[in-house]
């Protein structure tokens, strides 16, 4: 900056001061500049000195922390992947290995020992799956879905429990996409596919907290929330109602009923128009004193449709059903169209533990899911995907699961008893079914008086229809013998109401295997008038490491060699289909990583595109900043050896 010239000739002494510290400033405020300019490498320290730019930069920095947060998930997911990758892999390996001693000891003259040699090779690689399912990177649990933090697999006695979830884990790789990169267990080693699945719709009652949210909607897509149209002929009225706010189905009722007294109407029982719940329990009712109610949309609205009013009808509408979800604050007493249902208690039991839980305290579905969830077992009670009902979930490959009766019917009420009447023969078994004789009788039953019938259960398809058979099959004998399911736990009971010196039993016929497949190929040799059939449905986990649990029971314990061999066979089928469903979806997370790897290559370029962009706009041109800098060195200094010459007293001072 030039050292500003000043006549000095004709100003006072105060003004020179003045003018010689406003240049110095100037010229100290430059060399500053200039200096913080050439330390931050920075075109502009300031927004004010470049707005343009600095709008620029700031816009363009805001790019670039996106850009490069995005880059950070991208590696992440993309060595996460890769990981999984890694992981699935060795499973597959050990799978391999499993299958090739299965295929070796099923058709070999192996002694019992070199069997027993080979099943702790079967449970060094349970051990070793279990080792992989619990590996994480950096932390983070490659396989327990979103539970991250604690080992998704925990072995207990005789089986693998799976803790994890089936969450998915995301990752933001661009504005508008975020990928799953993550791979649960259960969906790798199949750990939740053992379920009793309920069968019956629990059907809970519209009530006036019901949220609309928790309902299907006559249509059953929901409920769209918006305008409706009323009209009434007698008197002639039409009055708009607003929904857009309701939250529950009493909010809906309260509006309905408010607009309609907005209108002139009278409201209320006995008045001229009157909305409350409708007499099933399951929707809403529009009640006229006299003519013909018109219920219509607004707009391109769906409102009246969703809540089942969309009619014209003469003295009144009645909805159609709402279709209430169950949910966890879904009453007891609301259950069944509000008819309620009166629990006892239920007995649920894994392996060779048992617990029976009483349900005849809770109130509403969530006590329900927390008592069973409490009980001990690893079992986990949710409701289902529909709503409609519950289910319970088996944790544990390698036990089976029984839930049934503790002496009521409450676990038929829920549905979820894992043996009813309504079980299909096919299902029995784990899927083997029941061998049935065609037009053949399959068994025989011996009373303790000596009398016997005989039972045909050709066309039967489910338990009571065996149940049915055996009692049909009893009256046309002549012989007091019922049977039921059992009232206690799960299984077929025949009871024998003759008195004498025979034992009761179940004989086997024609070489059927029905009876045995039934669990009641059984003699009464206490004397308790009673058989009591075995559990013929448990719930097992169709799982890797049920497969290998069935692979190392069959080497270890010694059966009938034709039983050992279908031991084997069925356990090595699971093993090499997982052993294929691994290998798929190792190509589907393969997929992801190369997708991944790709975009991560793609957002690489956009962010050096961005810094170079943001570098034209801010980065300093250093040759032209020094050279601005030494110019504003020689202003100053030129403007310090100038100012005290100018400030030197001389006659003209004195001169008036």
Known sequence: MPVTSVNITRVSNNMQTLSLLETLRRNTLSLFLEQNRIATGNKFVAPSEDPVGSNRAIRLTEILEQQEQ?????????????????GIGEINDLLG???????????????????????????????????????????????????????????TTGGVEYRGDTGEMRSRVDYQQTPVFNLNGAELFGMLS????????????????????????AAGAGVQRGRIRITLDNPAITFNVDLTRADTVGDVIDAINQAAASAGLTTGPGGQFNATL???GNGIRLSV???????????QGV???????????????VGQDLQPRLTTTTRIDSLFGGAGANLGSIRIQIGLNAETIDLSTAETIGDVLNMINGCGLSVRAEINAAGTGLNVINLVSGLSMSVGEAGGNTAELLGIRSMHGGTSLASLNEGRGVGIKDGQPEFRVVARDGSSFEVSLAG???????????????????????????????????????????????????FSTAAEDLGILQRDDAGTGEILGGDVNPVRVDSVFSALFELYDALTVSNPSHVQEQQITRAAETIKRFMTRASELQG?????????????????????????????????????AITRFQQAQIALQGNLLTGPRLLQMTLLNFLD
Request: aromatic fraction near 4%.
């Open 289 to 299: 004193a006299a003519g013909t109610i018109t219920v219509a949309e607004t707009g």
């Open 97 to 155: 290995q499993a299958y090739s001693i299965a295929s070796e000891m099923v058709n070999t003259t192996a002694d019992q020992s070199q069997r027993k040699s080979m099943a702790e090779l079967v449970r060094g690689i349970i051990n070793q799956l279990v080792s992989v399912g619990n590996r994480t990177y950096r932390g983070i649990q490659l396989f327990g879905g979103q539970q991250t933090t604690q080992p998704p697999f925990t072995q």
């Open 70 to 86: 995005i880059l950070a998930n991208i590696r992440h997911a993309d060595s996460f992947l890769a990981a999984t990758d890694s």
């Open 460 to 510: 039967a398809t489910t338990v009571q229809d065996v149940i049915a058979r055996i009692n049909a099959a009893a009256t046309a004998a002549g012989v007091n013998v019922t049977a039921s399911l059992a009232p206690v736990g799960n299984g077929l009971r025949l009871v024998d109401g003759t008195t004498g010196s025979d034992t009761f039993r179940v004989e086997a016929m024609n």
């Open 278 to 280: 409708n007499p099933a």
């Open 588 to 624: 589907t997370v393969g997929a992801r990583s190369r997708s991944m790897t790709t975009r991560l290559h793609m957002t690489e370029d956009a962010v050096t595109a961005t810094r170079a962009l943001l570098s034209e706009v801010k980065d300093l041109d250093y040759t032209e």
């Open 303 to 317: 409102t009246a449709r969703d809540l089942g009013l969309l009619a014209n009808q003469a003295a009144g509408v």
């Open 194 to 217: 053992g379920e009793v699945a309920g069968n019956v719709d629990l059907n809970p009652a519209v009530t006036r907290d019901t949220r609309l949210a928790d309902v299907a909607g």
